[in-house]
């Protein structure tokens, strides 16, 4: 891949590295930093002390390399470029430029989709469990369960979770709440012969009761749920959680749900 | 039903490596079938009812079994039956269709003894044949991995992972099993059932999207975990992370700078916890050992933890829900609040109870309604579990959890007296 890039420039300076980084295979992830952002060095404080070579990296990623030198120093300065782009993308992403850039990738699912069934294929939002690099690879957000996915391709997986951070996706969603796909009641329960099995059904249960003490905490604190439901099984003006029974029923129709559960 | 006599057919059948089956099964896409014995399939109990669902059931029945069209075996049909059949296969064209779809490449050897039958079957049959096989062989192999051989081909080859690992972050790699959402074929894929989550996901390669999930089923994933209780379904990574070697297989996932971490860890978090529900909170590197020590402080005021719960070993309930174990969104290190337009909402789905105590339902009604869940005279009273909910802040002090022990119990377990006389309790006593 470096040997590719190498080629490339030294014969041709009109691709432009950050064209070529983010269209190469495995980066779909990242989207294109602004030039004007880059060169504003106080949005890159602090990295000088990150990056390896960090001058040069950053001459690389503006297309403004001009450094003579042997193979393995470029192929060093490439790394540290690549990975000073990482950094100085998990700061961009966060702001309203970038937003709108990632914003377009969510809604064209390039970060893929939910494996969850009940999740319906929701695009995914990448993310970091860490905001400091070198600790943990980049995992997928889903905006439906709340819940974090690993990568299916190994080649995402083993991004940097740093080049994301803790906080893009959040903020993507307060800032466009718009995005914010409504939630579901709707959930496996592992069945036997057409049985609930026991164990799991109790924690489904107990789980249930967990949902209920949510809505009245947020009742209690009236949190608009007179405008929005809470979820999209609710029954519009009330509190439909008394017929959870009934909805669960209406949404496995394939087995006909007995009112018994095996041990 | 006299279609059939196994007698005649295991005469001339060998499961070889060039079986039909063994084709089956190698196919690409077709990694989550066990392969079925043939002793199951000539044994006509098993195919019962299969006849109607299947078109052309019998030449479907001698590809699968890698029978020459023999004249003995088709003068038992009647001719009121094979017109029946015909029928039959108009009928259910339509239920087909994905199986039509399929590659068959691997009912090649099947198909070409079927261009000399009796009939002269042309090619169009042929293929109708092949699809009919494959639906047979999904249909008996949903019934053949709930039977006891079956059950324990399938655990060799979870054993081997070849159904994959859950894609949840929390669920650390814990191996997953084929599942159908419907037991009637044509309807939807095969998807993955994770134990660690107790929830459903697609397969994250797109050839088992044509997989049929009828072939495995609504039943197998949960009697498979009934019929061996004693399997440890916690991840390998996280056993293997407790000797302090980390897995070949789920470092993949991770990257190598990543599993040193991990490694680096062990040895901190081991030495201060033992508890198998150690507090594993990934990205928050910060006072981790405060907050370690106050979750075994807080483990430790528990009462004590049954061994088993509703049947099922206690470390072997959901080990990937609970405390620790969900996402908490957070920006710049702050907490996204609840009452937050895009706050967090469906904590609920991956909560479990710190103290498994509370799912003990039984005995949680025994104890309000009285009675025991034996019918023996009662004798467990007084075993008060402390109520710490998962979701709520931490209760600092022991009076604080006493009251809410109190309290707690009879107002979240009113109202549903229906669903406890359900859980097919022997002796329901009046409500006291």
């Known amino acids: 891949m470096m040997d590719d890039f190498a080629s490339e420039t030294d014969s041709d300076y009109t691709s432009y590295w950050r064209d070529w980084f983010i269209s190469s295979r495995g980066n779909e992830y990242f989207c294109e930093i602004d030039e004007e952002y880059l060169t504003d060095r106080f949005n890159l404080t602090g990295l000088q002390t990150e990056v390896h070579y960090y001058q040069h990296a950053l001459d690389l990623i503006t297309d403004v390399f001009d450094l003579d030198c042997e193979d393995d120093m470029r192929e060093t300065i490439e790394k540290s470029a690549r990975h000073l782009y990482g950094l100085v993308h998990a700061r961009y992403i966060v702001t ?10 969510f809604k064209k699912s390039d970060f893929g989709k939910c494996p969850r069934v009940h999740c319906d294929s929701q695009p995914l939002l990448p993310m970091g469990l860490s905001d400091v690099p070198y600790q943990k690879s980049v995992k997928l957000y889903c905006g439906r369960c709340e819940d974090i996915y690993n990568p299916k391709s190994s080649r995402h997986a083993q991004i940097d979770g740093a080049y994301f951070g803790t906080s893009f996706h959040n903020i993507l969603f307060q800032v466009y709440p718009a995005l914010i796909p409504q939630k579901s009641r709707r959930r496996y329960e592992p069945r036997v012969f057409g049985f609930r099995v026991h164990a799991g059904a109790a924690l489904a249960r107990w789980q249930a009761e967990e949902r209920t003490d949510m809505r009245k905490r947020l009742k209690d604190a009236n949190i608009g749920l007179d405008t929005t439901k809470l979820f999209i099984e609710d029954i519009d003006g009330q509190d439909s959680e008394t017929n959870e029974e009934a909805i669960i029923k209406a949404n496995t129709v394939e087995v006909p749900p007995p009112s018994t559960t095996v041990r | 039903m006299p279609e059939f006599d196994p007698s005649d057919m295991s005469a001339t059948s060998s499961q070889g490596v060039d079986s039909w089956i063994a084709g089956f099964c190698n196919l690409t896409g077709h990694e989550y079938f066990a392969e079925v014995s043939e002793d199951f399939i000539e044994d006509d109990f098993n195919l019962t009812g299969l006849q109607a669902q299947v078109p052309m059931y019998k030449e479907a029945l001698e590809m699968i079994l890698d029978v020459e069209p023999s004249e003995t075996g088709s003068s038992n049909l009647s001719e009121e039956e094979e017109e029946e059949e015909e029928e039959e296969e108009d009928d259910e064209e339509g239920l087909l269709g994905e199986e039509l779809d399929q590659p068959v490449e691997g009912a090649q050897n099947g198909g070409n003894r079927n261009q000399n039958r009796r009939n002269g079957r042309t090619n169009s049959d ?12 999904g249909l008996i192999h949903a019934r053949y991995i709930t039977s006891r051989p079956g059950i324990q081909q399938m655990l060799e080859k979870y054993e081997l992972a070849h159904f994959g690992y859950c894609p949840r972050v929390y669920c650390h790699g814990t191996k997953v099993l084929p599942v159908g959402r419907t037991d009637t074929p044509g309807q939807e894929t095969v998807k993955l059932f994770c134990p660690s989550c107790l929830d459903i996901y697609t397969p994250p390669n797109s050839r088992f999207q044509a997989v049929d999930g009828a072939f495995f089923g609504t039943t197998f994933p949960g009697l498979f975990l009934m019929t061996f209780p ?28 990543e599993a040193a971490q991990h490694q680096g860890m062990t040895a901190s978090r081991s030495s201060s916890l033992t508890l ?19 979750q075994a402080a807080m483990l430790a005021a528990l009462p004590p933890q049954p061994a088993t719960i509703n049947g099922v070993a206690a470390q072997n309930l959901a080990p990937g829900l609970g405390r620790s174990k969900i996402y908490e969104p957070k920006i710049y290190g702050f907490r996204v609040s609840e009452r937050a337009k895009g706050g967090p909402r469906m904590r609920w789905l991956r909560s479990k109870p710190l103290d498994l105590n509370e799912l003990d339902e039984a005995r949680i009604y025994h104890e309000k309604y009285g009675g025991n869940v034996d019918g023996d005279p009662d004798d467990e009273a007084d075993e008060e579990g402390g109520n710490i909910e998962d979701n709520e802040e931490e209760e600092g002090d022991g ?3 006493m009251q809410s022990a109190s309290t707690r119990p009879s107002s979240k377990r009113k109202g549903k007296p229906n669903s406890k006389s359900k859980a097919g309790i022997a002796n329901v006593p009046g409500g006291g």
Do not use: F
């Open chain 2, 230 to 257: 004693e399997l440890d379904i916690a991840p390998a990574k996280k056993r293997s992370r407790d000797n302090g070697a980390t897995n070949e297989e789920t470092e993949s996932i991770l990257s190598p700078n």
């Open chain 1, 96 to 105: 309203t430029r970038g937003l709108v850039k990632m914003v377009e990738k």
């Open chain 2, 399 to 401: 009076d604080a959890v």
């Open chain 2, 276 to 294: 198998p529900s150690a507090p594993l909170i990934p990205g928050v590197n910060t006072a981790k050992d405060e907050r370690a020590a106050a």
């Open chain 2, 126 to 137: 042929t293929s109708v044949i092949e699809s009919s096989a494959e639906l047979l062989y």
